[in-house]
């Protein structure tokens, strides 16, 4: 088996996760006990035919053997129902207890991790290891234990049929282990493949207007079609391994059978054994080593369900990290930003440096500078999306990793560059899908984003559904309705990362009234922008560079400098510049 190293955190989380399922375990391991005392009946029904009812040419007996032997099977054939139902309860027990940690996983990836390629991979893990654990193969999980039992019967029935079963049974060993090291390689390659096959297949679907209509649709299929090839190539590679391996151990199991019987022959021609016992031993070895046969069959399929659960343990040790036991009171003074370096997660390339700025309560604060200066980069850790690699931000004094994301959000308005609208009504995005949210709300945020009037043209007003990614909607409507989704419940911060960039006249007085109500109400405005329309209604400029603070001063005050927003760094006086940002400013 591979080797998951465990931290104490996962090793919590581990702990936590198997015993929500160990009422059902427990059942299926006393289920397994019972039905593999069960699965002796065939072998001692033989050994009694043979050694009593024939010799004694008993049919009363034959006939309460068979009554016996009937109830036995009937109740065996019961418990393995049960036992698979049981399998099948595990089996939704885990999609129970992954199920939210996966789903709240896609919405903290950014702040944990480099986005996969394929970002819906913790949601193929929770199906493998439910399809895995609801199928046969956990059977022979639960029954392989049981081969030494079996073996040792042999034992007892004579010292040359247990050798026999023992030699065999260590041959079938052996080829377990070679599945598993032979499949522990294409299982992981074609998880990795999957990932790039699927990334291209959804990044054709979600480009597919650009594609179309700049005709390279044919190019990316030759791609695909390389992707597809290595895919198909693996997956048969790792077909092969296991279909030679399992029809290895039929073979194997079938003439330890036949070799069996031909020990049990010599030592009845010896006197040595009963032909009961010849009977009965064959019978007993096939069942023996029937689980070790069905676990090499089932063996890709648990490599990848034991590289699924390995990564969900992972993926809950982040999630649990992430819920602080302390709620804190809603912000309402200000937020400080001290020495704050920031990376891409998952990269230790420093974009921001060093960067410390304080805004109060009633503040409207813009953020200027050349592209690829680091300016999305802060507005995601300014909302918790990035976390700093050093330094901190606070609101009320209090670092955002000690605030509950789902609480933190409430006080958070956030417009990133790339709008992302989902399938529902125009109500249902502005409310951020809040069941209990009130029309009086929406309506309110609608009205301060200045979209109320253009959403009751609407034929279903409020309830227009908008599509996937809002295709119902032009691009500016779009960045409007996330606008209005940003000024949802008061909330205290609004970061707007380039929210005028798909507005006209009309959209950019409705943003500069926005910025200025949510600065009469006492909350924080951060506007990133490189269009000067939409710093009509800030207090402060705050000049970024090179990921570094330039400069940070009365909006007044910096378009007095020359150029503020041309490519090269601003200088500004000493007097405007934040204490620390001196030398990051050289």
Not at 395 to 407: F, I, K, N, T, V
Request: proline share 6%; aromatic share 6%; charged share 20%.
């Amino acid at each position: 088996m591979s080797q998951l190293q465990i931290s104490p955190r996962s090793q919590s989380f581990l702990l936590s996760a198997i015993s929500s399922l160990r009422g059902a375990l427990y059942g299926v391991g006393l289920t397994s006990c019972v039905v593999n005392v069960l699965a002796l009946t065939g072998s001692f029904f033989m050994l009694q035919v043979y050694d009593r009812v024939i010799p004694a040419r008993s049919l009363p007996t034959l006939v309460g053997l068979i009554i016996i032997t009937a109830t036995l099977f009937a109740f065996q054939g019961i418990l393995e129902l049960i036992r698979a139902l049981l399998l099948a309860r595990v089996g939704q027990s885990v999609d129970e207890r992954f199920g939210q940690t996966v789903f709240r996983s896609f919405a903290a990836a950014p702040a944990r991790q480099q986005s996969p390629q394929d970002g819906l991979q913790p949601l193929r893990d929770i199906d493998t290891t439910r399809s895995f654990l609801s199928g046969p193969g956990p059977t022979a999980l639960f029954d392989l234990p049981w081969m030494p039992f079996y073996l040792g019967l042999c034992f007892l029935f004579h010292m040359w049929i247990g050798v026999t079963a023992l030699a065999g049974a260590l041959i079938l060993v052996g080829l377990t282990v070679i599945a598993d090291l032979k499949s522990r390689r294409p299982a992981r390659e074609a998880a990795e493949i999957g990932v790039e096959r699927m990334a291209l297949a959804e990044a054709t679907r979600r480009n597919a207007e650009a594609v179309a209509a700049m005709g390279f649709a044919s190019r990316l299929g030759d791609g695909w079609a390389e992707i597809n090839q290595r895919y198909r190539q693996n997956q048969l590679r790792a077909s092969n391994v296991t279909a030679a391996l399992t029809t290895l151990s039929r073979i194997v199991r079938l003439m330890l059978q036949s070799a069996v019987l031909a020990v049990g022959a010599m030592l009845v021609i010896r006197q040595e054994a009963t032909g009961g016992i010849m009977i009965a031993s064959s019978i007993l070895v096939s069942r023996a080593l029937a689980p070790v046969e069905l676990a090499i069959g089932q063996w890709r399929g648990f490599v990848a369900a034991r590289q699924s659960w390995s990564r969900l343990v992972k993926l809950g040790e982040l999630t649990t990290d992430m819920e602080p036991a302390t709620r804190l009171p809603p912000p309402t003074a200000g937020l400080r930003v001290e020495r704050l370096h920031l990376a891409a997660p998952g990269s230790t390339a420093p974009i921001v440096r060093g960067v410390s700025f304080e805004i109060r309560a009633g503040e409207a604060i813009g953020i200027i500078g050349p592209s690829a200066s680091g300016k999305s980069s802060l507005a995601r850790a300014l909302v918790g999306v990035w976390s700093p690699i050093a330094g901190s931000i606070r609101l009320d004094g209090a670092s955002l990793s000690q605030w509950d994301p789902e609480e933190l959000g409430r006080h958070i308005g956030y417009l990133p560059q790339e709008i992302g609208l989902f399938d529902g009504s125009i109500a249902e995005n502005i409310a951020r899908f809040d069941r209990s949210a009130s029309s009086d709300k929406v309506i309110a945020a609608a009205r301060a984003a200045g979209i109320y009037d253009m959403i009751v043209q609407f034929p279903d007003g409020f309830d227009t559904r908008i599509g996937e990614q809002g295709m119902g909607l032009s691009a500016g409507q779009r960045q409007r309705v996330a606008l209005a989704r940003a000024l949802y419940g008061d909330p205290f911060l609004v970061v707007l990362d380039e929210p005028n960039a798909n507005l006209d006249a009309e959209g950019d007085a409705a943003l500069a009234r926005a910025i200025l109500g949510v600065s009469k109400r006492g909350g924080i405005a951060i506007i990133i922008t490189h269009r000067p329309s939409a710093l009509a209604s800030v207090d402060k400029i705050l000049v970024f560079a090179n990921g570094q603070l330039q400069g940070f001063a009365p909006k007044d005050e910096v378009f007095k400098q020359p150029a503020p927003l041309a490519s090269s760094p601003v200088s500004f006086p000493p007097r405007f510049r934040q204490p620390g940002e001196g030398a990051a400013a050289q």
